[in-house]
């Protein structure tokens, strides 16, 4: 089948600036920190200087002296309160972790905290901090997966060694399409731990009523509903207890989201014992010792094709660091179903492992597994392009097209590709490059010590499988966004060694049992696990929309926004529906007592799902209201319409009958609501093509970025501006991660990069002027058309950075090559200088 | 210390950081504070006309000086043209680095009112945003350098 892809127009609606943003530039955005109540008490948490260490004793006497000390908790007071361990997604491939909010007998990370201590005065916190001793022994540290696959140390003696998951992706027979392929790469690649490093960090403030035993949490989190509900199955009190808000919030990037945190629940309890507000705001140390991280991914991987440059088979063996893994651990089997991405590979051997470490527990960080597998398969497309002697981009192209065309809804990569070359005039940045290569190779380093170098990558993944291959699980690879939601095959944890790991009972978000759907579901029936009637699935999300009697209406969403603009593309939704002006509409969120139900900000859902809620809401609405005015005006209810903030004849859109609050004034109607809970039919995910152009300094082993260009497919765009700047963020972020960004322990387990200065995310002067594109396809299964867009320019630019740098090492003859990341001007220098000194001037056989 | 043109005063602990103090006494939240060791920005006001990270200020150190905050920008209901410029090219998405980022690009536009976009880059160099990749953060300061040289206002402020 094929179908023509239209560029649809920006809304005419869509206001020039967003609606949110003149509280956020006069001071007025509301963030955690900023609130303060009466007498609020700060916490401040005693955290372990060890990797790995026995715990002995916990000492306060000497902080007890202090006038601002007011009370302590240990791990020991958190059992004898009956508090839960922190909870875990109850995915069945994740090994069950038994770590508590306050380390119990032993601590497994340095920064985990042991001990907790409430302070009158904000100042005192840390000067407390230091008093309380703890007395340690440390044991052996497991800081690498080598050493955790040798067992060096258990981490978790029930586990008794320290796999926790292992997965796979399989089809056809790759051994033997690589035996008799025309060409064959093998390359060693890898992804560094990497933070989220959101500029706010974490915060929370709890006030406890003890009348209602009843706690007012306000928390620096993407699922305020997530967050109640864990609150409530860790401190075993029903979910009505807990009434959690977030306002704005200062980006979040995956670290806020699902991950356990142990604070919020500490705050609870102090909160409750002391009758006193309870506030904690991390510091940036904080947020980098504990603050879930994301990738530390590594991969062999063999590619294969023909001799006519197809794609014959993948062999790819992941491993992952999940240090001590947290509340989710579904980003390495991420990794393996999103690898294949737009190819359509017949013959695949992908397999993942992980293994829990002595670090802070990895957590979805913008992308989710994403990044990873984008990253894993277009560096060796890009070696194998080259080792079939294609230009990568002819390469891209031979590979990403099918016979029939797209499917309907699914992004076209060869037009993707073909608007790439036009809209970033490849043919001047070759010509860019051979210049910059002559002028090197001419005039020699002294003179001129500039390379070029061009990279592209593809993301998405190809979402309709041909019928023929007989996949056994289809979809699951939903490629362009960081999808929480992927199901396929698993083992369970551990692989053949070892138990799966206690599993305990009550630790479903909401307590209401896992409902995980097993791997032959079809993608619409795939939910989140602990999805059940109360707790909704990933795919799900709520809406209710509401008119009152002054003719305005009220979108209340369950998603979270904290810097995506969904009040205003919400608002621009619901105002399109209901033919409301846009200044009319207000958009509410993060409120568990204003919204019981809801899912949250996360893995690109918001436009898509909260959108396709927001539109269904929308439309029962109208549908009533559309009633109520037949009923008032006389007017058939078929023949009317709503527009221009009243009803109108469908037929004479322009003459306004009644206004809105006309109505509902007649009916004597103070308020008229309709609500949604919406569930997709399947996964939708932006696509793109990326292409990088950057120059190298050879003598410094320095890299800048000149030149970045996305094609993307967002499906339809509700607000561009907003859409482009997910995309300028998101390749920013992969920017930071591909050449800068690096979290470092030594072996003892110390992380090396707690600050900014040592953890260096993008300034201004290291990021290029990032240039968008659209060639979009409407989504068929959301009702905006929307796709998810928050991650793909994270997913692409990654391979896009180092397969230009790769680009201009290869001019250079020595067969220097980096394909672990961040590529610092350390390690680029490292392998121009290995390189020179080993095998001067010959080309590697690689 | 008079801040946003109002005289005011207090007494803190010695060890009392100015952006605490902006905070905490004054009540003037939208100064952020997102590293607490200088690198990040979120935590630039104006001291005597120049930009200083409020962290790295005790606020016994701004005795007497005139200080100027996110919230000494817009005249009422009208917007600061840097404040419109940022809205007007989406020039942030969360905004907690926003009111830092203000107070560098309207520095760097009374030093400088015509800005190359490398002179930019170099202004707002020192406040961190993890969320626009600075694309429409540099397009919002040049924007606000063209409005505020037309309109000759708001440059010769603060």
């Known amino acids: 089948m094929t179908m023509s892809v239209t560029t649809p127009k920006q809304r005419e609606d869509a206001p020039e600036g967003r609606v949110e943003d003149r509280r956020l530039l006069t001071g007025k955005g509301r963030y955690v920190d900023d609130l303060k109540l009466e007498g609020q008490a700060y916490m401040g948490m005693v955290r372990s200087p060890y990797a790995h260490a026995k715990i002995n004793s916990i000492d306060f006497s000497k902080a007890r002296e202090s006038p601002d000390f007011i009370a302590s908790l240990t791990g020991e007071d958190l059992l004898k309160e009956g508090v839960q361990p922190l909870s875990q997604n109850p995915w069945p491939f994740q090994k069950r972790a038994k770590r508590y909010h306050l380390a119990v007998g032993k601590a497994r990370f340095a920064g985990e905290p042991v001990a907790a201590i409430l302070v009158r005065d904000k100042n005192s916190v840390e000067d407390l901090i230091d008093l309380v001793e703890v007395d340690y022994d440390s044991l052996p540290v497991v800081t690498t997966i080598e050493e955790s696959k040798q067992n060096k140390a258990i981490i978790y003696e029930d586990w008794g060694n320290n796999a926790s998951l292992t997965s796979e992706v399989k089809k056809g027979d790759a051994e033997k399409a690589i035996a008799s392929a025309a060409f064959v790469i093998h390359a060693r690649e890898g992804i560094a731990r990497q933070g989220a490093a959101p500029i706010e960090p974490h915060a929370v403030l709890v006030e406890y009523d003890s009348k209602q035993d009843s706690y007012d949490v306000w928390a ?24 959690v808000r977030v306002m704005d919030m200062g980006g979040g990037f995956g670290s806020k989201g699902a991950q356990s945190y142990p604070e ?5 309890i102090f909160a409750r014992r002391t009758g006193l507000p309870v506030k904690w705001t991390a510091t940036r140390s904080e947020e980098f010792l504990e603050a879930a991280s994301g990738r530390d991914e590594y991969c062999d991987i063999t590619l294969a094709c023909d001799k006519n440059g197809r794609i014959v088979a993948v062999k790819a063996s992941v491993e992952c660091d999940l240090g001590v893994t947290g509340s989710q651990a579904h980003m390495p089997t991420m990794t393996i179903e999103t690898m294949p991405g737009p190819y359509r590979i017949p013959n695949q051997d992908i397999t993942v492992a992980a293994y829990v470490t002595n670090k802070m527990p990895i957590g979805p960080v913008r992308g989710a597994g994403g990044p990873e597998g984008c990253y894993f398969i277009e560096r060796a497309v890009d070696l194998l392009a080259r080792r079939a002697g294609l230009d990568p981009l002819e390469f891209r192209r031979r590979n990403v097209s099918r016979r029939e065309g797209p499917a309907e809804g699914e992004a076209d990569f060869r037009l993707l590709l073909d608007t790439l070359v036009k809209s970033s005039h490849y043919e001047e940045l070759s010509r860019w490059r051979s210049d910059l290569h002559s002028k090197f190779a001419q005039q020699g380093p002294s003179h001129s010590s500039l390379i070029g170098g061009l990279g592209v990558s593809v993301t998405g993944s190809d979402e309709s499988e041909d019928e023929e291959e007989g996949e056994d699980w289809s979809g699951a690879s939903s490629g362009g966004g960081g999808a929480d939601g992927g199901s396929k095959p698993w083992q369970p944890g551990g692989g053949s060694s070892g138990g799966a790991g206690e599993r305990w009972a009550g630790q479903t978000p909401g307590g209401s049992g896992a409902a995980w759907q097993s791997s032959g579901d079809s993608p619409e029936r795939r939910t989140w696990p602990g999805a059940s009637e109360e707790t909704l699935g990933f795919m799900s999300e709520t809406a209710r929309v509401t008119l009152d009697k ?10 979270s926004p904290h810097g995506q603009g969904e009040e205003t593309t919400f608002a621009q939704l619901a105002s399109e529906e209901l033919g409301v002006p846009l200044k009319d509409v207000t958009v509410v969120w993060g409120d568990t007592t204003l919204i019981p139900r809801g899912i949250g900000t996360f893995g690109s859902r918001s436009a898509a799902t909260g959108g396709s809620a927001v539109i269904d809401a929308s439309r029962k609405l109208k549908a009533q ?3 109520r005015a037949s009923e008032a005006l006389g007017v058939d209810a078929k023949s009317l319409d709503m527009r221009g903030g ?18 509902l004034v007649k009916q004597r109607a103070d308020e008229v609501s309709a609500s949604s809970v919406f569930t997709l039919s399947g996964l939708s995910y932006s696509s793109g093509v990326h292409l990088c152009a950057l120059t190298l300094d050879v003598e410094l082993g320095k890299v800048k970025i000149v030149k970045y260009f996305v094609v993307e497919d967002c499906g339809r765009m509700i607000n561009k501006a907003i859409v482009e700047g997910q995309l300028h963020g998101g390749v920013l972020h992969a920017v930071g991660g591909a050449l800068f960004e690096r979290l470092a322990y030594d072996e003892e387990g110390n992380l090396l990069s707690s600050t900014f200065m040592d953890y260096n995310i993008p300034t201004a002067l290291d990021s290029p002027e990032v240039q968008v594109f659209h060639e979009t396809t409407p989504s068929t299964v959301t009702l905006d058309g929307a796709k998810g867009v928050g991650e793909s320019g994270t997913n692409g630019a990654y391979a896009a950075v180092i397969n230009a740098l790769n680009d201009a090492l290869s001019q250079l003859g020595t067969g220097a090559e980096v394909n672990m990341v961040p590529a610092t ?3 680029v220098f490292r392998a121009l200088n290995a390189k020179r000194a080993k095998t001067p001037a010959a080309r590697d056989s690689s | 210390m008079k801040v946003n043109g109002k005289q005011v005063g207090g007494t803190v602990e010695p060890r009392t950081l100015l952006v605490n103090f902006i905070r905490d006494d004054l009540g003037l939240t939208g100064t952020h504070v997102g590293c ?11 001291v005597d006309g120049r930009t200083v990270k409020s962290c790295m200020v005790l606020a016994v150190q701004a005795r007497g000086a005139e200080i100027l905050t996110v919230e000494g920008l817009a005249q009422g209901d009208k917007l600061h043209p840097i404040q419109e410029a940022f809205w007007k090219n989406h020039g942030l998405q969360c905004g907690f680095c926003t009111p830092g980022l203000l107070m560098s690009g309207l520095y760097l536009l009374q030093r400088n009112p015509d800005p190359t976009d490398e002179e930019i880059r170099r202004g707002i160099e020192g406040n961190l ?9 540099v397009k919002s300061v040049r924007a606000a350098s063209k409005s505020m040289r037309k309109g000759g206002e708001g440059g010769a402020r603060a």
Request: proline share 5%; hydrophobic share 35%.
């Open chain 1, 220 to 243: 620096t989190v993407q699922s305020v509903h997530g967050t109640r509900d864990k609150l409530a199955s860790e401190l075993k009190k029903p979910k009505e207890k807990f009434h």
């Open chain 1, 264 to 268: 919020a629940p500490l705050a609870c």
């Open chain 1, 550 to 559: 002054e003719g305005k209406v009220t979108v209340y969403t369950g998603s």
């Open chain 1, 625 to 627: 209201l559309v009633v």
């Open chain 1, 646 to 663: 009243g009803f109108v004849r469908a037929s004479q859109p322009d003459a306004v009958l009644a206004t809105l609050n006309d109505v």
């Open chain 1, 825 to 827: 001007p350390d390690a």
């Open chain 2, 36 to 46: 607490d060791t200088g690198h990040c920005g979120a935590c630039t006001v104006m």
């Open chain 2, 129 to 137: 945003c993890r969320c626009t990749g600075y694309v429409n953060v």
